[in-house]
């Protein structure tokens, strides 16, 4: 199924027939079939479930898969397994639907008072019973920059990843700063480099748990790479022709590294 979606809140009047619902337990959503498909079904009416919008017609929606809650004849898949086996638009949605799912499993209490909460009818929030105080969905900004020395590239490897992958140096931007002010910092203080020449590449929604990546490029601009121990593993300049192992395509990590090659 191909086609523009419309993103909405509320569910229209008048429902399509069938509806995608992308049925999620954690990172984890429910397909069928070793294509791993997202059932068409009668669209759902409870509540707590998630109206994502239109895709080429047909009404979406995002719900939990609860702990017994029984799924034979389907599997629950982690997202990034599913990348390049569904097609790219159930894919994002898929994300969309993981990270909807998470924010209202963790914000069922008002984080003032800590009465429950419930949906806020037209909003994509939630309201607490007893205050009023609302609810919208976590969003955690993070930069991503892919910084150069002439042909080389700054790559390093994190010592929270398992595999012996190299990418570019990220960070999450810190209240009160702009996002340029957040990558020369990530920079500074991943590898003790100064960069100059900091410019907007394009952003991603990465659903592991729900970050906004915003990428940039950027120079070298002076200093020797020192590496944040705690973050990092490794560090270096790679040129071109003698790259370490990168990350998978799904990533814009990956997307500032190829760009850098062509």
């Excluded at 399509?16 to 429910?30: D, I």
């Excluded at 069928?32 to 759902?44: C, D, F, S, V, Y």
Aim: net charge negative; glycine share 10%.
């Amino acid at each position: 199924m191909t086609g523009a979606f419309v993103p909405g809140v509320s569910p229209p009047t008048v429902a399509s027939p069938r509806a995608l619902v992308f049925r999620c337990r954690g990172s984890e959503v429910l397909v069928a079939g070793t294509g791993a498909e997202i059932p068409l079904e009668p669209a759902p009416s409870d509540p707590e479930t998630h109206y994502l919008g239109a895709l080429a017609g047909v009404d979406c929606f995002a719900a939990a898969v609860g702990d017994g809650e029984a799924v034979d004849g389907l599997e629950l898949r982690h997202l990034r397994s599913l990348y390049g086996v569904l097609s790219d638009e159930h894919w994002a949605l898929a994300g969309r639907a993981v990270q909807l799912v998470e924010w209202e499993r963790t914000h069922r209490f008002c984080g003032v008072c800590g009465a429950p909460t419930e949906p806020c009818p037209g909003e994509r929030a939630r309201r607490c019973s007893a205050c009023d105080h609302l609810a919208f969905p976590r969003l955690s900004p993070a930069v991503i920059m892919l910084v150069r020395r002439g042909r080389e590239l700054l790559l390093a490897r994190g010592r929270r990843v398992t595999e012996p992958i190299y990418s570019c140096v990220a960070g999450f931007v810190d209240p009160g700063e702009s996002l340029e002010e957040a990558v020369v910092r990530e920079v500074r203080e991943e590898v003790g480099i100064e960069i100059a020449d900091v410019r907007y590449f394009g952003s991603q929604s990465w659903p592991f748990p729900h970050s906004l990546m915003i990428g940039f490029t950027a120079s070298w601009a002076g200093g020797e790479i020192t590496i944040e121990e705690e973050e990092l593993v490794d560090a270096g300049w790679f040129p071109p022709e003698a790259l370490p192992e990168l990350p998978a395509p799904l990533s814009i990590a990956r997307r500032l590294i190829d760009s850098a090659l062509t």
